[in-house]
T-cell receptor, first 113, second 114 residues
Framework: KAGVTQTPRYLIKTRGQQVTLSCSPI?????VSWYQQTPGQGLQFLFEYFSETQRNKGNFPGRFSGRQFSNSRSEMNVSTLELGDSALYLC????????????FGPGTRLTVL | GENVEQHPSTLSVQEGDSAVIKCTYS??????FPWYKQELGKRPQLIIDIRSNVGEKKDQRIAVTLNKTAKHFSLHITETQPEDSAVYFCAASNPSSGYSTLTFGKGTMLLVSP
C-alpha cells in the first residue's frame, strides 16, 4: 500500500506571497492532519480534516487554512507569507478521526525569503 | 489543552547500552501515547504506541511504560545500535474527543556511538 505523499517537496517563496501544499493520504484513510515542524517549536498541530470537514484546529493565525476533497486528499494554504512561516509542513493520515495511528508524509520544506 | 514535556533533549550512549526517554502529560483524559522516530531528513515514523488500558508494551528492543496516575510514560531502548540514532518524539492524544490530534513533546536527539 502506498504511503502518504506530499507535493511539492520543496518551496521557496518571498514574504507576502501565498502558497498551497498538497497531501494524499494512504488509500482508505479518511482523516488528514497537518503539522508544522520547526527547530524551536517542534511539531505543532495546525488542523485536522475528516470527510471534507475541519474537525479540529490548532493555535495558528487565520492566514493558515485548509480543505479536504471527496477523495480525502487535502490541501493547506498559507497567505501573506512571513519569514517565520519557514518550516517543514507535515501531513499525517489515519483511518478515521478517532483512530489514532497516524502515518506521516515526507513533508514540504517551505522557505520564505 | 494538552501539554507534553519530554526529557532529555539530547542523549548520548555507547552501542549496546540502554536508553530511556521520559514524557509527562497534563490532560488526564489523554489515553493514547505514540512514539515516533525521525531520522535526519526523513518523515516521523511510528515505532510503538500504548493505550491507557495497559501499563507496558514491548516490541523487540523497544518498550514503552505508562503510569496514568503520575501522568508519565517512557520509551526504553535496549542494546542500542548506531542505526537507533535519530530524534524521538512522544505524543499524547484523547481519542474520545473524536479527534486524531496529537500533542507532541519537543523531541530527544539520541546519539549512539559505536
Amino acid at each position: 500500500k502506498a504511503g502518504v505523499t506530499q507535493t511539492p517537496r520543496y518551496l521557496i517563496k518571498t514574504r507576502g506571497q501565498q502558497v498551497t501544499l498538497s497531501c494524499s493520504p494512504i488509500s482508505g484513510h479518511r482523516s488528514v492532519s497537518w503539522y508544522q515542524q520547526t527547530p524551536g517549536q517542534g511539531l505543532q498541530f495546525l488542523f485536522e480534516y475528516f470527510s471534507e470537514t475541519q474537525r479540529n484546529k490548532g493555535n495558528f493565525p487565520g492566514r493558515f487554512s485548509g480543505r479536504q476533497f471527496s477523495n480525502s486528499r487535502s490541501e493547506m494554504n498559507v497567505s501573506t507569507l512571513e519569514l517565520g512561516d519557514s518550516a517543514l509542513y507535515l501531513c499525517a493520515s489515519s483511518r478515521t478521526s478517532s483512530y489514532n495511528e497516524q502515518f506521516f508524509g515526507p513533508g514540504t520544506r517551505l522557505t520564505v525569503l | 489543552g494538552e501539554n507534553v514535556e519530554q526529557h532529555p533533549s539530547t542523549l548520548s550512549v555507547q552501542e549496546g547500552d540502554s536508553a530511556v526517554i521520559k514524557c509527562t502529560y497534563s490532560d488526564s483524559a489523554s489515553n493514547y501515547f505514540p512514539w515516533y522516530k525521525q531520522e535526519l531528513g526523513k518523515r516521523p515514523q511510528l515505532i510503538i504506541d500504548i493505550r491507557s488500558n495497559v501499563g507496558e508494551k514491548k516490541d523487540q528492543r523497544i518498550a514503552v511504560t505508562l503510569n496514568k496516575t503520575a501522568k508519565h510514560f517512557s520509551l526504553h531502548i535496549t542494546e542500542t545500535q548506531p542505526e537507533d540514532s535519530a530524534v524521538y518524539f512522544c505524543a499524547a492524544s484523547n481519542p474520545s474527543s473524536g479527534y486524531s490530534t496529537l500533542t507532541f513533546g519537543k523531541g530527544t536527539m539520541l546519539l549512539v556511538s559505536p
